[in-house]
């Protein structure tokens, strides 16, 4: 459908010929990918420790032996470990703290997360609690917040999933189940030593969990690249994360076997996670944590709900970026393509439709009485993606987003 939004790829043509933009890009992450890179673990890790401990989201890796896979190919290079599977999807502040005093006691002195972004950002919050001897809620919501140093033990991150990229980047999300609070944080700090991204541990990842860690790289992707922080380098990544996720995304749900689309999916996962490091996320991802806080929703399922809505409000503001993305969905190249924003929003429905992430959030489990709560958290605790979204919308536009997304 071209909308009376409907651009050309003339307005590509112009910003083709715009200056390159001032930009600040760090992302300082040993990455190691490729089928069977698990094996090369210890290779890897045996530089920054003598004991890890192994930070899972229950125990499900333990009992079909891949935590004991990875604690032999530790040995093998001298490194002993521990592990720990007291952590829910959504890591709680309670679960970090105890693994951090469980990890204290045996001696450990790096942290590994093995697992989706649960366990990973888990392992970023024990490795902190670990480093400066607090609670990890005071490096959340304390007053003054605590600041996460160098004294941070080093961590280690294999990813289960693609996925939510945490083996990427500095951030880590925590949530507190008595305020209801679901806070992103992270430093200069919190990167992972090395990431290990294997793609033959994504083969057994359930079709619901393949669909929702998907959107979540689709997510970072649209946000990063249509953020005020965006690079020049970082919108590389964005546009071919998105390409790749157009493609395997939906073969990826269908066959999880599929070793090309779970190799593409964990490569566009790997970009996207990069690409929010510094490019960072918008308002749909503020209004995730906050959401999640709230009614503890699964991330993606409540990405996908809202990433229309807040892609309608914000799109305007970033026509050339936002116009771009039918394209990149597309695999199309300009010259070949006209575009418009209805054209993106469109072709990224058709994603969440093809997943099966249509679900508003009423169904989701966020009660209407809690609309005005979970606008309000973005605003007190996730400001930052407010500030960084291209139309900076206020508590009334934010109210509406929820609503339209209900
Ligand atoms: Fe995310």
Not at 38 to 53: F, L, M, Q, R
Not at 72 to 99: C, F, M, R
Not at 139 to 153: A, S, Y
Request: glycine share 10%; net charge negative; aromatic share 6%.
């Amino acid at each position: 459908m071209m909308g009376n939004l409907a651009g050309t790829t003339e307005d590509l043509m112009q910003e083709d010929k715009e200056m390159i933009k001032d930009f600040f890009c760090y992302t300082p992450v040993k990455l190691v990918f490729g089928e069977g890179k698990i094996n090369e673990t210890g290779i890897y890790t045996s530089a920054y420790g003598k004991k890890a401990i192994i930070v899972t989201t229950g125990d499900y890796f333990r009992e079909i032996g891949l935590v004991a896979r990875l604690q032999n190919i530790l040995k093998e290079s001298g490194v002993d470990s521990i592990h720990y599977g007291e952590v829910n999807p959504n890591p709680l502040n309670t679960q970090i703290d105890a693994g951090a005093a469980a990890a204290l006691t045996a001696g450990c002195d790096m942290v590994i997360g093995l697992g989706g972004g649960s366990a990973i950002d888990a392992a970023k919050g024990i490795a902190i609690v670990l480093g400066h001897d607090k609670p990890i809620w005071d490096f959340c919501m304390g007053d003054p917040v605590e600041d996460i140093t160098d004294k941070t033990f080093p961590i280690i991150a294999l990813t289960t999933t693609s996925g939510t990229g945490s083996e990427c980047t500095q951030w880590s999300v925590i949530t507190n189940k008595e305020t209801a609070e679901k806070p992103g944080i992270g430093s200069d700090y919190t990167f992972a030593k090395v990431a290990i991204v294997d793609p033959e541990l994504m083969y057994t990842l359930p079709e619901q969990a393949t669909a929702s860690t998907g959107f979540d790289t689709l997510a970072h992707a649209i946000e990063a690249y249509t953020a005020i922080l965006s690079t020049p380098v970082t919108d590389l990544y964005c546009e071919q994360a998105i390409r790749l996720v157009g493609k395997f995304v939906r073969r990826a749900v269908k066959n999880g076997e599929d070793r090309e689309a779970r190799n593409g999916m964990a490569f566009a996962n790997t970009l996207a996670g990069m690409a929010i490091s510094v490019g960072v996320v918008t308002l749909c991802h503020g209004l995730a944590h906050s959401i999640g806080g709230v009614a503890g929703t699964i991330h993606g399922e409540t990405l996908a709900a809202m990433t229309p809505a807040t892609m309608r409000f914000s799109m305007k503001s970033a026509p050339n970026k936002f116009k771009n993305i039918a394209m990149f969905l597309r695999d199309e190249y300009p010259g070949t393509f006209s575009c418009s924003l209805e054209e993106s929003l469109e072709e990224v429905e058709s994603v969440i439709n093809d997943l099966g992430l249509n679900t508003p959030l009423s169904k989701q489990g966020l009660r209407e009485k809690d609309i005005e709560k979970a606008a309000d958290g973005v605003i007190r605790y996730m400001g930052g993606s407010i500030e960084n979204d291209p139309a900076m919308p206020n508590r009334e536009d934010i109210l509406q987003i929820i609503k339209d997304s209900f």
